[in-house]
């Protein structure tokens, strides 16, 4: 069993940054390959950005590359997401989730066997 919990979020201008952590219980993080996602009003949850149980490996939505960089500390069984340049389109709750089959379908919802509960991004123009 993981249990994961984001923070982070909250309300910031166009063009500021944030960074969202995920805090994982359990002895498995260190294994699991993680990952974040949003999900806006009316919308679709959708894959952001993904990285592989050591670190060594990431990948990102195009939507959010360049800008938005994921990090895994196992040491403190936490996940991150750095968050800069933000525009409004980013507004949504994001939530990060842990795949610990490690398989390779990183950016499927059906891909992660956890996930946390949330944190809201709203980005103002």
């Known amino acids: 069993q993981v249990q994961l919990v984001e923070s982070g979020g909250g309300l910031v201008q166009a063009g500021g940054s944030l960074r969202l952590s995920c805090a994982a219980s359990?002895?498995?993080?260190?294994?699991?390959?993680m990952g974040w996602f949003r999900q806006a009003p009316g919308k679709e949850r959708k894959f952001v950005a993904a990285i592989n149980w050591s670190g060594g490996h990431t990948t990102y939505a195009d939507s959010v590359r360049g800008r938005f960089t994921i990090s895994k500390d196992n040491a403190k069984n936490t996940l991150y997401l750095q968050m800069t340049t933000l525009a409004p389109e980013d507004t949504a709750v994001y939530y990060c989730a842990a795949d610990l089959k490690r398989s390779e379908a990183w950016r499927a919802t059906y891909a992660y066997d956890y996930w946390g509960q949330g944190t809201q991004v709203t980005v103002s123009s």
């Open positions: 359990g002895r498995t993080f260190s294994s699991a390959h």
